[in-house]
Nanobody, 113 residues
Framework: QEQFVESGGGLVQPGGSLRLSCVGS????????MTWHRQPPGKAREWVAN???????MNPDSVRGRFTAIRDNAKNTVYLQMDSLSPEDTGVYYC???????WGQGTQVTVSW
């Protein structure tokens, strides 16, 4: 059974930065595509990044150029570096392995003055 443990969220002012971490376990981490998603308050969960085994990254237009994801396969960890944050980026952030139906507890990101 896959497990995902996200951390690093918090309160940040608009224009600020934050780095999230996610540790995956229960699967061959280095072989899998990892994803980041977020759920804004009162809205559906949405995708924010795909990170391939070799480090290639894909983002939706809403975060491209501001969000970067990297992975450390030796630590079974993926990171989401978020820059130029705006209140619209507020939400609970989750990571997951492509193909998994399991979600972690997520980590709350709040962008506000």
């Amino acid at each position: 059974q896959e497990q995902f443990v996200e951390s690093g969220g918090g309160l940040v002012q608009p224009g600020g930065s934050l780095r999230l971490s996610c540790v995956g376990s229960g699967f061959p981490f280095s072989d899998e595509i990892m994803t980041w998603h977020r759920q804004p308050p009162g809205k559906a969960r949405e995708w924010v990044a795909n990170l391939w085994r070799g480090g290639a990254l894909m983002n939706p237009d809403s975060v491209r150029g501001r969000f970067t994801a990297i992975r450390d396969n030796a630590k079974n960890t993926v990171y989401l570096q978020m820059d130029s944050l705006s209140p619209e980026d507020t939400g609970v952030y989750y990571c997951q392995m492509v193909g998994s139906t399991t979600w972690g507890q997520g980590t709350q990101v709040t962008v506000s003055w």
